[in-house]
């Protein structure tokens, strides 16, 4: 007998086809037939899906939640919007591998404070990293990517300078180990330090072994503001090198003087897919941003790691100089506090020291009014006091741009979340709402979307470009990753000043046949597992070079 059956649900299918009325019946967690409505008989459980939608479980492209899950593993977050997969290891931070040398792990410990909690570290190979998130028993799939930053600081450290040809290839052979292990590709964060020290050609050297699995070049691209076309060329290029799909992360045109350039990147790529780059891009539905705190100042603030920061951060005469350069600029630097108007336009987000909490949701102008000095002056000390790991929410966007990126039919979702270390933990509102948020306001409220393709940005489509063959469509075979909503009502109700509002419309969330969540409430968070390539749908095809 069948085991589950969802009967009357709208289903719609990941594919970008219209919703059609169906059954759904649900065998060994995956999906055993799908027919017209009332074809299908009895089943051990049968559950009444009338006036809902059915769609297959969210892929999140875009998530941090790598470094959160093995110490948070509920995600209530993610489930509550209806993701069953998340895309991690993403701007070139990645939790593994970590060096043998113990100055430089620290350096790398250091380095992902500000995108979790203090984990335990116990691991140094990416695989081991691996087998320690599934015993986490996470509440969702993940799908992890090995960080080139973190590559770079496990073999070059935390300096400003070239790689040597020796240590390329020692960072090269670790890319070999952690595909082998189970990375589904490589990120880069190039406007982070150390990955921002490294050159074009560097990345292809490290990124060879990606050609030989066919896998994925994700990048926080080097510049998404006066930079955005040098730096989406240099992604395409490091793809059309390297021959691999290429995923440019959470696309946007930053900085006042940059709204409206969203149309100028999306024709970029487009001129790269015609040409034969299999590029892709993922995108958020929010005006803000959310990143270290740290990225207001220059890349040469952080040459040499968390402690040479610090130490900069508190000498006069490198603080004169970097109130210089935020005044100023710099070549080929983005400046978060010219890009967003000003210091009323960022707040901090999370603190790791609970002594700055305080100062958790507040402008970066209004606390330093509030303790009567200037806001530069309270950003750097914030800086120094909490070593690196503040995060902040800057705005930088435009409506116009946004809807654009959004609405362009080769962008999927991604969340970006960051931080969600316990359920009142201080985040941007898109780790609670991204999704939703999509359905709401792109879908419902300004109609960029119809639902059958926002559907398929957030299921079909990313499944494909990640050669996720097992998931990601309702049909016979697949994982039964699915989740029930309501089109009428779902929507995000996390805000800037109330992030951790959980979404509302979601009423069923299943992996691999198991509800997780059931009439909007979690019920069983524990049903995630870590897709490896081997393992979960088809690894790409070998490819020789």
């Known amino acids: 007998m069948t085991e589950l059956l969802i009967r009357g649900a709208s289903v719609i299918d990941g594919s970008g086809g219209p919703a059609r009325r169906a059954d759904v019946a649900i065998e060994g967690g995956r999906i055993a037939r799908v027919l017209p409505d009332g074809h299908l008989g009895d089943a051990a459980r049968v559950v009444d899906a009338g006036g809902l939608a059915l769609a297959p479980g969210f892929i999140d492209m875009h998530s941090h939640a790598d470094f959160t899950l093995p110490s948070y593993p509920d995600a209530i977050n993610s489930l509550a919007q209806g993701v069953t997969t998340e895309v991690v290891g993403n701007c070139g931070y990645s939790p593994a591998p970590l060096a043998r040398d113990r100055h430089l792990a620290d350096d790398q410990r250091a380095a992902g404070r500000g995108l979790g909690p203090d984990l335990d570290w116990e691991w140094r190979s990416f695989g081991e990293y691996l087998d320690r998130l599934q015993a986490a028993e996470p509440a969702v799939n993940c799908i992890p990517l090995v960080g080139h930053g973190m590559l770079r600081m496990a073999v070059v450290g935390a300096e400003d300078r070239a790689a040597s040809p020796s240590e390329l290839d020692r960072m090269r052979a670790a890319t070999a180990q952690a595909l082998a292990d189970g990375a589904w590709g490589m990120s880069t964060g190039l406007v982070y330090p150390p990955g921002s020290y490294a050159d074009t050609d560097e990345i292809v050297a490290v990124g060879t072994a990606l050609r030989h699995v066919d896998g994925l070049y994700a990048s926080h691209i080097r510049n998404e503001t006066d930079g955005l076309a040098e730096a989406l060329r240099e992604a395409i290029e490091i793809g059309r090198r390297l021959g691999v799909r290429v ?24 001129e790269a897919r015609a040409s034969g780059v299999r590029v892709h891009q993922d995108a958020y539905p929010y005006l803000a941003g959310s990143t270290l705190l740290t990225q207001l100042v220059p890349p040469w603030v952080h040459d040499g790691g968390t402690d040479a920061l610090v130490e900069r951060l508190r000498s006069p005469a490198m603080r004169d100089r ?32 609970p002594a700055l ?26 800086m120094a006091a909490d070593r690196g790991a503040t995060t902040m929410i800057v705005s930088l966007m435009a409506d116009d741009d946004v809807d654009a990126i959004i609405g362009h039919p080769s962008t999927s979702i991604g969340s970006d979340q960051l931080g969600v270390t316990a359920r009142g933990a201080r985040v941007h509102p898109r780790s609670y709402g991204t999704f939703v948020r999509v359905l709401a306001r792109c879908v419902r409220e300004r109609g960029l979307l119809d639902l059958p393709t926002a559907i398929h940005r957030m299921t079909g489509m990313p499944a494909a470009t990640l050669g996720l063959t097992d998931r990601g469509r309702i049909e016979a075979g697949a994982v039964a990753d699915l989740v029930l909503f309501d089109p009428a009502t779902v929507a995000d109700a996390a805000t800037y000043d109330d992030p951790t509002a959980a979404a509302v419309g979601v009423e069923g969330v299943l992996l691999a046949g198991v509800f997780a969540v059931e009439g909007g409430q979690p019920v069983r968070p524990a049903l995630g597992r870590v897709l490896r390539p081997d393992v979960s749908g088809r690894r790409p095809p070998l490819r020789s070079g």
């Open 247 to 270: 995923e440019v992360s959470h696309l946007k045109a930053a900085g006042r003087v940059n709204h409206g350039r969203g149309r100028e990147a999306l024709a970029i790529l487009d």
């Open 322 to 353: 970097i109130a210089a350069d935020v005044r100023d600029g710099l070549p080929g630097w983005p400046n978060y506090v010219a890009a967003s108007g000003g210091w009323e336009e960022i707040r901090i987000a999370a603190v790791a020291d």
């Open 357 to 382: 909490a305080s100062l958790e949701g507040v402008s970066i102008a209004r606390a330093a009014s509030a303790r009567g000095v200037d806001p530069l002056s309270l950003a750097l000390d914030t």
